[in-house]
Every structure is written in C-alpha cells, then in structure tokens.
C-alpha cells in the first residue's frame, strides 16, 4: 500500500483545513487508517484513527471535537478535517495503516505516508 498525504499548509489559529490520504496499491477497505502529528522535539502522536468500515473512530481528548476523520474506501481515501486549529496543533501530519482493527500504538502501523506540514500561526 502507498499512501499519500495532502492538504497540509499555513492557517490562522481558529481556521480549518482538510487533509487528505490517498491509497494505492491495494484497496483500503481491509485496513484501519490512522492520523499521527509530529511536532518539533516530540515523538509521533496519534490524532485521529478510524476502523476499516467507518464505524469505529478514535482521537484524544486534544483534538478532540475539532478533528474528525473520515474515509471514503470507494475512493480509497481518508480525510482528517481539522477546525479551531491552535498553534500547538502544528506538526507534520503522516497518514499510516494498519490490517484490522484501529489501534492507538503508531508502531502497529505497517504503511505510512510521506508526511504533510500543518503551521497554525497565532
């Protein structure tokens, strides 16, 4: 599987973006999909993470009602849209994922993507 990240970029603390994970290589439907963050001199954290059919999602309470993820296996995509974004959500933002079932350890995680910058300036 190959993932690719986009939709990273500059905002203003409170604005929005939407990242987005594009697969190939193998359909996604069989994978659990996963956001991490990596902020300067801190280890990779997980955003967001969601289950194979959608219908089990995870995020930490930081993030917690600003990010959603969603995904769309007919297109084998994956989508963090993040609102109120502060400061401290800065980082760069991977795609990762994994066979079966959503899981928070980012070392269970097999296929990552190349990475997208979020800045939120203050």
């Known amino acids: 599987v190959q993932l690719q990240a986009s939709g990273g970029g500059l905002v203003q603390a409170g604005g929005s973006l939407t990242l987005s994970c594009a697969a190939s290589?193998?359909?996604?439907?069989?994978?659990?999909m996963g956001w991490f963050r990596q902020a300067p001199g801190k280890e990779r954290e997980l955003i967001a993470a969601?289950?194979?059919?959608?219908?089990?999602?995870y995020s930490p309470d930081s993030v917690k009602g600003r990010f959603t993820i969603s995904r769309d296996n007919a297109k084998n995509t994956v989508y963090l849209q993040m609102n109120s974004l502060k400061p401290e959500d800065t980082g760069v933002y991977f795609c990762?994922?994994?066979?079966?079932?959503?899981?928070?350890?980012?070392?269970?995680?097999?296929?990552w993507g190349q990475g997208t910058q979020v800045t939120v300036s203050s």
């Open positions: 969601i289950n194979w059919d959608g219908r089990s999602t």
């Open positions: 290589g193998r359909p996604l439907s069989s994978y659990a």
């Open positions: 990762a994922a994994r066979y079966g079932l959503l899981y928070t350890n980012p070392t269970t995680y097999t296929y």
